[in-house]
Nanobody, 121 residues
Framework: QVQLAESGGGLVQPGGSLILSCATS????????MAWYRQAPGKQRELVAA???????IYADSAKGRFTISRDNAKNTVYLRMNSLKPEDTAVYYC???????????????WGQGAQVTVSS
């Protein structure tokens, strides 16, 4: 059973910052690409950012310039640093482990439990 343990959600004012964390096992961390998705109420889940084991990164247009995905090899953890947050970033954010194929992230079967991010004044 693949475990993806998320943390770091919360309430933040517009323009603020948050960091999400997703920890997993060593074998998963060094083998697979990992990604962050989000799902807002009434909307489909969408890819926010992905990173491969070799540190190739993919960003959704909505995340470029504001969000940064990174990996900590010592902690088997992937982070999503979100700056300049907007109300439209409000969503449940999910960690996913998958694959990188021909420049695109391929969604895997395993998901974290979700972290609520609310951007509101």
């Amino acid at each position: 059973q693949v475990q993806l343990a998320e943390s770091g959600g919360g309430l933040v004012q517009p323009g603020g910052s948050l960091i999400l964390s997703c920890a997993t096992s060593r074998s998963i961390f060094i083998t697979y690409a990992m990604a962050w998705y989000r799902q807002a109420p009434g909307k489909q889940r969408e890819l926010v950012a992905a990173i491969t084991a070799g540190n190739k990164m993919i960003y959704a247009d909505s995340a470029k310039g504001r969000f940064t995905i990174s990996r900590d090899n010592a902690k088997n953890t992937v982070y999503l640093r979100m700056n300049s947050l907007k109300p439209e970033d409000t969503a449940v954010y999910y960690c996913n482990t998958g694959a990188y194929h021909e420049g695109s992230y391929v969604t895997g079967a395993y998901w974290g439990q979700g972290a609520q991010v609310t951007v509101s004044s």
